[in-house]
């Protein structure tokens, strides 16, 4: 062996020593830094009684569906946390309201456009009267905000075949199993759920020369 590796050698051991130690007192410090072994550890818990055997990382925010698709159950992207006013009950309590025109300070933001002049959908057609952190079935059962699909189902219960089945919406990862999909408002805002016609680019041939 030359000096210079031997050298470069013993440089090298000094700074993996370091590493290691570097890498010893993240794993016992603060929360949340957690080391590579426990990630894999952790990993390959059981979710929901299912096992996730696969490094392959999985949306964070999901819950497993309330139904199953050919005796299989699934997991569809959470809501709450993307719902800016969540929760609710932080205003609707059960104390008076004393400003006026509460509604104006605090929901002007939301316009409904959501079913056919005199038959627009209204607010308590979907959001629970007696507890707004929940949207409510059509026998008045509370439905939770993370499984809105049950809401939209209600009525339009074909496209809910449809995505059960994975033929509408969109899949996140894997196809079956552990199949995670998007819920209904991941793509529709519930409030004015029409996408806009987009019409194709136009593109014109160019003239002869
Ligand atoms: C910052 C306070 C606040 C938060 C948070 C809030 N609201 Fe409200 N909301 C109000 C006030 C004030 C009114 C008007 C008084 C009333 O109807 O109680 C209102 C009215 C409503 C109405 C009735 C509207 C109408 O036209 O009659 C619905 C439905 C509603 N809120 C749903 C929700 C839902 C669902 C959430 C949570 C996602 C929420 N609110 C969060 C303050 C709030
Ligand atoms: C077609 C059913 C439906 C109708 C009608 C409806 N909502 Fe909603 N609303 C929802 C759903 C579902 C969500 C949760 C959306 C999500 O997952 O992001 C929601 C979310 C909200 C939020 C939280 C928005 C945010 O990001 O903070 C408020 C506030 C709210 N609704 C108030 C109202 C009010 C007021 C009305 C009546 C003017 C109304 N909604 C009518 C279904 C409905
Ligand atoms: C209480 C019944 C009801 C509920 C609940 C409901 N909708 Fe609707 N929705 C309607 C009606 C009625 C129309 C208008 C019918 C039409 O345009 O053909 C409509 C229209 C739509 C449209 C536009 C259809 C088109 O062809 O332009 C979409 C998209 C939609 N709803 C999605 C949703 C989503 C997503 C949810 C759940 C958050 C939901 N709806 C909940 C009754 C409902
Ligand atoms: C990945 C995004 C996505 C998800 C998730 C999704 N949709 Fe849609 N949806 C669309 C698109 C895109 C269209 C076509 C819009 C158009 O033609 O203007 C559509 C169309 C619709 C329509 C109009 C009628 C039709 O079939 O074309 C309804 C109603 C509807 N969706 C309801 C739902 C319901 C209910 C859910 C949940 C069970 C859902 N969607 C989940 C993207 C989605």
Known sequence: MSKVSYVSGLFLGALATVVIMNQAA????????????????????????????TAYPLPVKMVESKEHYQGGSFRVLARKGQITRFRCSVCHNDKPVKVQNGVLFTHSDIQLNHGLGRNMLTCNECHSIEDRDFLVDKEGRKIDFDHSYQLCGKCHFRQKRDWLGGAHGKRETYWAGERVVRNCTSCHNPHSPAFPTKMPATYSLPLDE
């Open 26 to 53: 993240t794993a016992s410090g603060a929360p949340g830094s957690e080391s590579v072994k426990d990630k894999i550890e952790h990993a390959t818990e059981p979710f929901d009684g299912m096992k996730v055997t």
